[in-house]
Structure formats: C-alpha cells, structure tokens
C-alpha cells in the first residue's frame, strides 16, 4: 500500500497491549510490532483499549513516538451510568499525560448524539490544546448530523466513507459531507466529481463481496439500546447463522446490555464486543445465564484485562476466582518478555513443516504471534493459491437460479411425511449426517450413548475443539474442565456438569464440532 501511495499517511487502529490479539502482550512484542509497522509503511497509529485503561495503551504509544510515528490516543465512546462527561475529560488529559500526538472519540457504536458531541468536542477544545478527530459509525442515522455539530464545536478532523462504501455498518458518505460544506468557513475544498469516480470504482469492487454483507439495508435503532458496534452486529449476524440459530438475534441483543453491565460497563469495542457479544449468545443458547462462562469473560472478571468502569457482578467474579484474587496492576506486567520464545517456536516449526520464511522473518513472528490459529497455516500457503478460497466474482457472474444455489452449511430439521429429522448439511450442499430428531433440539444432533453409557458431554456451540484436557478413565470432579472450544473468535472452557469418568473420547484438537455433538461421555 505505501508503494501505490507514498505520498498518503496511512493510519492503523492498534488495540494498545493487544495489538491485533485478543490477549495481552509482552511490552517486548508490543515495541517489535510497532518497529516493523513503521517500518513497513504506517505513518498513524490509533491507539485504543477496551476498558478504556490508559495503562494499556502507555506502551503502545510510548512505541510509535519513539519511531517516529503519530501517535494518536483514543476515547472508545459509550454511554452508561458509569460514564459522564468529566469520565471522557479525565481520560483525555491522562492520554496528554502519557503523550499522544492527538485524540480521537471513536463512537464504535454510532449512539454519540448530535448534542453530545457538540458538548464533548466543545469541552476538550476549549481545556486542551491538542488536535481531536471524530469517528462516527453511521448504524443508528445519528452520524451525520453527529459529525456535523462536532464540526461547530471546532472537532479537526473527522472520519468518512466513499458512499459507495459508506453507511450501515460504516461511516457517512465523504461526498454528503463535503456538499454540506461547500461554501462555508468548513469548505473542505476537496472535488466532488474527482470522489464520484473513486465510488464508481469502488461500487463494482463492493459486487464482488455480496456473500459478505450483513443484513442491515437502512438504520437499526436497536443499537440505541444495545450499543452493538455495527462491525460486532455484522458478526453476530454471521456468528448465530453458523451456530443455526440466525432466529436468536433479538434475544441476544436484549442480552447483551445484561452481560455489559455484569462486566462493569466496559465498552463494546474489539475485543470486548467480541467477549460480550459470546457470553450473550452462550447464555441464550445454553438456556441458563452462565451456565457456561468463557475464558474471555473470566478474563475481564479476574482483572486481566484491566480496570472496568464500574466493580464486576461480584458473585461471577467469585466463582472465577474460586479463592484467588483480581488483578489490580497493570496488566501486561504480570507478562514475561515473550519476543525470543515467539520466535524460537515459529523458526522450529517452520522447520518441521518445512516453511521458507520471509526475508524479515520477524514480520512472519508477529504474524504467527497475533494470529496463532490462523497465522501457521498461511505461512504454510501463502505460496498455494488453492489453499484459499476463489477470488470473489462479481455479483452479476453467480448462478442466478435459486435451484442450483448450494445449501449453506449448518444443521436443519426437515419433516418427511410427519417424521422429524435432524440434517447436517456440508459446504456445497452434501448431507453428511442424518438422525431422527427427538424433542429437545440441541440434543437431536448428538449420538445417543448406549444405555448405561453415562451422560453424554456435548459441544453448547458449534467450532473447532482447541484442547482435550481430559483424558480416557480419568476421574474427574464437577467443574473440571475437560476441553476447550473455539467458537466465535472466542475460548469456552467445556466443564464436567457431574463427577464421573471420563469414557469414550470422539474428538481431539482441531476437530471441528456443531451444536448438540457429543464429545466425551462421563460414567
């Protein structure tokens, strides 16, 4: 990108100590990332953390300063009765404190009203001499005018879209706002023919990726409520469709107000939607609120991902615990310097499997490091293109005949002449799996153990398995876990609902399950 465009800043949204993770870093691989991104071509760095802990963010922006980047820090905007207008100006001059180049409110949701950012922007400017930029999601109908009033309060710089790929889920069209100022002491000077040519560009490259769009088509207000994230909405859409459940989405939005505040308020950013948006799907999936628990959750329940706004739901945080106690400190200085291991381990396998490296092998480390599920497996085809998927067609190109369109995968009951039946369907349309359907859904998919078996141990989600932890004949206690699960970006611990033993492993790591599989019986 910057050979194509030398003479454009580009600019990054870094998740301070997660960098593009879902966990915390070591300080060491924090300082290495953001060397090779500098490196590599960035010139800005938005600097956010989920909590809005700026104790998560000082590395990061110590980082890029020190390489002489833009370092920019980041006010994740939500609202609740944690969060007032003093929150956002104490976090602001923490932010000029730590040193930052300039402020963004990144409104993730698009719930910043209009009067709000006019107060919010008003405020800072007049406190602060720093440079302020304004991200708006255009999901609730509120952006324009959002940008609009932070404009008159003298916000600097605000984000927006081409309009061929604007609104929904992203940002106010480039082109609206720059008619809406032509003309006054805001002009921005930019030509709006010169835009109109990007969006026709931009309009035939957005009918390759149909299949990819979520199902938004105007506003949703429900967000008002549910202060989802229009990126997090698109994922849930897509999250609960893999697990055949695409009918649960208002119930997990209504939950997930429920789950936020049972994690202290915190915000609904990456990677914080992620856990909360999981934990609302576990509860109304399984039926019963924290019959499951993610280890994500527990995280934020624990302390390890920093303060929360508010305390936890305390009686959750105590079963996490069981005994111990939080993390008040910092974080990331619990972590051990991890950078060498990184890449001793990613060198050893890349030897094993017989991977040529880049000639900056540390850009592969980071890859892997970020990205463990995902990053050995691309280094290991990145010179294979059948290992991906085909290059997206335009949509005009795709078989228009509804008949000869192949089923999505997932799990279906069909009735055949009054009969139920429970179908596992496969990519492209093969059926893989058929069994009666009895009259508890989840459980129709499941191998029935034999009499006297034991009790079947099932997958609550559909994912891949990522550990077995326990093994054949072992004894285990309520509560034990015995595997983990990878489902929706996220780690669930699958725990022994009784004590028994262990009989009758079917899967290991890697395996990839649905909703209802049995895994392992206990006896």
Sequence with gaps: LKKAMPKTPLQMLLRGQNLLGYRHYADDVVERFVERAVKNGMDVFRVFDAMNDPRNMKAALQAVRSHGAHAQGTLSYTTSPAHTLQTWLDLTEQLLETGVDSIAIKDMSGILTPMAAYELVSEIKKRYDVRLHLHCHATTGMAEMALLKAIEAGVDGVDTAISSMSATYGHPATEAL??????????????????????????????????????????????????????????????????????????????????????????????????????????????????????????????????????????????????????????????????????????????????????????????????????????????????????????????????????????????????????????????????????????????????????????PLAGNIWKVIATEGQSVAEGDVLLILEAMKMETEIRAAQAGTVRGIAVKSGDAVSVGDTLMTLA
Excluded at 325 to 335: E, G, Q
Excluded at 374 to 400: D, M, T
């Design 178 to 459: 720059v008619a809406t100022l032509a003309g006054t002491e805001h002009d921005t000077g930019l030509d709006i023919l010169k835009l109109e040519n990007i969006a026709a560009y931009f309009r035939e490259v957005r009918k390759k990726y149909h299949a990819f769009e979520g199902q938004l088509k105007g506003y949703d207000s429900r967000i008002l409520v549910a202060q989802v994230p229009g990126g997090m909405l698109a994922n849930l859409e897509s999250q609960l469709k893999q697990q055949n459940a695409a009918d649960k989405l208002d119930q997990v939005l209504a939950e997930i107000p429920r789950v936020r505040e049972d994690l202290g308020f915190i915000p609904l950013v990456t990677p914080t939607s992620q856990i909360v948006g999981t934990q609302a799907v576990l509860n109304v999936l399984t039926g019963e609120r924290y019959k499951t628990i993610a280890k994500e959750t527990a995280g934020i329940l624990k302390g390890e991902y920093g303060h929360t706004p508010v305390p936890v739901n305390a009686a959750l945080q105590a079963r996490v615990l069981e005994g111990g106690a939080p993390v008040t400190c910092r974080p990331a200085d619990l972590l051990k310097p991890e950078l060498a291991e990184l890449e001793a381990d990613v060198r050893r396998q890349a030897q094993e499997k017989g991977i040529q490296l880049a000639g900056n092998a540390i850009d592969d480390v980071l890859t892997v490091a970020l990205f463990p599920q995902i990053g050995l497996k691309f280094l290991e085809n990145r010179h294979n293109p059948a290992a991906f998927e085909p290059v997206p067609q335009a949509e005009a190109a795709q078989p228009v005949a509804k008949a000869e369109k192949p089923a999505a995968s997932g799990i279906y009951t069909v009735e055949v002449e009054g009969k139920a039946f429970v179908v596992k369907v496969s990519d492209g349309g093969d059926i893989s799996q058929l069994t009666a359907a009895s009259s508890a859904p989840v459980q129709a998919a499941s191998p029935v153990a034999p009499a006297g078996a034991g009790t079947p141990v099932t997958a």
